[in-house]
């Protein structure tokens, strides 16, 4: 039984997210959004936070895709993004796809985003590359977990890139490059799961809001005993990555499982 998925003709379809603040004090935080090959839904809004869950409202990836995902919170906002079920590349018999993340940060505001795994499966050639633009005193937390293959797969071809910077310059540039039928040593080796977890800040000084008052916090450092390595970055922030064979795995998960349970008991 075939497991290929169709081709399509190039579809560039763009998932916006919004987060501003209310009309008048005490009011809830407006959420605009528009779907594109993700649907938004909104989960939650507080006076300065929003949670909103991205739906994906058919198969993605497939070849010729382009999801564009804009993401802008204004000042002193917070959003916190959350995906319903994992991505799959699909095989697109020599078309490749494309999955852009651009996001922008206002003064204090914030953005958490624990992102499902994103597979890529045999055959697939995907491009994945995110920007991010960060404001004064802004923060970003990101979990990415790239799977190459399914069950029984090698995986295919991906490309991801990251740039992050504030006014001061660039705070993260990063380009690495996989596949599954051609393991370079170095990069993935033999393991199949590569899972990051950055969190940054704006170097820009800015008086912010304490950090009990913004939405979920990072969890506590991974410990590099479980294989995960910690870099920290030269303009401040930190870059947590591990590299194995399941994402049940990670030392990441196991960490955000940890730090989930705590706030539940709070």
Same mark, same amino acid.
């Given at each position: 039984?075939?497991?290929t998925?169709?081709?399509?003709?190039q579809?560039?379809?763009t998932?916006?997210v919004?987060v501003?603040?209310?009309a008048?004090?005490g009011?809830?935080?407006r959420?605009?959004?528009?779907?594109?090959?993700?649907? @938004?839904r909104?989960v939650?809004? *507080?006076t300065?936070?929003?949670? /909103? #869950?991205l739906v994906a409202?058919? &198969?993605?990836?497939? !070849?010729?895709?382009?999801?564009?995902?804009?993401?802008?919170v204004a000042d002193?906002c917070?959003?916190r993004i959350?995906d319903?079920?994992g991505?799959v590349?699909?095989?697109g018999?020599?078309?490749?796809?494309?999955?852009d993340v651009e996001?922008?940060?206002?003064r204090?505001?914030?953005l958490?985003?624990?992102?499902m795994p994103?597979?890529v499966?045999?055959g697939a050639?995907?491009v994945?590359?995110?920007?991010?633009?960060l404001?004064a005193?802004?923060?970003l937390?990101?979990?990415?977990? @790239?799977?190459?293959g399914?069950? *029984?797969?090698?995986?295919?071809? /991906? #490309?991801?890139?990251s740039?992050? &910077?504030?006014?001061g !310059?660039?705070?993260l540039v990063?380009?690495v490059?996989a596949?599954?039928t051609?393991?370079?040593?170095g990069?993935?080796?033999?393991?199949?799961?590569?899972?990051?977890l950055t969190?940054?800040r704006?170097?820009?000084?800015?008086?912010?809001?304490?950090?009990?008052?913004?939405p979920e916090?990072?969890?506590?450092?991974?410990?590099?005993s479980?294989g995960?390595?910690?870099?920290?970055?030269d303009?401040?922030?930190?870059?947590?990555r591990w590299?194995g064979?399941?994402?049940?795995?990670?030392?990441?998960?196991?960490?955000l499982d940890?730090r989930r349970?705590?706030?539940?008991?709070r």
């Amino acid at each position: 039984m075939s497991t290929t998925a169709p081709s399509r003709a190039q579809t560039r379809a763009t998932t916006a997210v919004g987060v501003t603040r209310g009309a008048s004090p005490g009011t809830p935080v407006r959420v605009d959004t528009a779907d594109g090959l993700l649907a @938004v839904r909104t989960v939650s809004r *507080g006076t300065d936070r929003a949670e /909103v #869950a991205l739906v994906a409202t058919g &198969a993605v990836l497939l !070849g010729g895709d382009h999801v564009l995902v804009r993401v802008d919170v204004a000042d002193r906002c917070a959003l916190r993004i959350t995906d319903v079920g994992g991505t799959v590349a699909y095989d697109g018999e020599g078309v490749a796809c494309r999955w852009d993340v651009e996001v922008r940060l206002g003064r204090g505001s914030r953005l958490d985003w624990y992102g499902m795994p994103f597979v890529v499966s045999d055959g697939a050639d995907v491009v994945r590359a995110t920007t991010v633009r960060l404001g004064a005193g802004s923060r970003l937390v990101l979990r990415e977990t @790239v799977v190459l293959g399914r069950d *029984g797969e090698r995986g295919g071809r /991906v #490309a991801l890139h990251s740039d992050v &910077a504030d006014d001061g !310059g660039p705070v993260l540039v990063e380009e690495v490059t996989a596949c599954g039928t051609d393991r370079v040593p170095g990069v993935l080796g033999a393991h199949r799961v590569l899972d990051t977890l950055t969190d940054l800040r704006s170097t820009d000084d800015l008086d912010v809001p304490a950090e009990s008052d913004l939405p979920e916090a990072v969890p506590d450092a991974v410990p590099l005993s479980d294989g995960a390595a910690t870099l920290q970055l030269d303009r401040g922030g930190t870059l947590t990555r591990w590299l194995g064979a399941a994402t049940h795995l990670s030392p990441i998960e196991r960490a955000l499982d940890r730090r989930r349970r705590t706030l539940e008991e709070r």
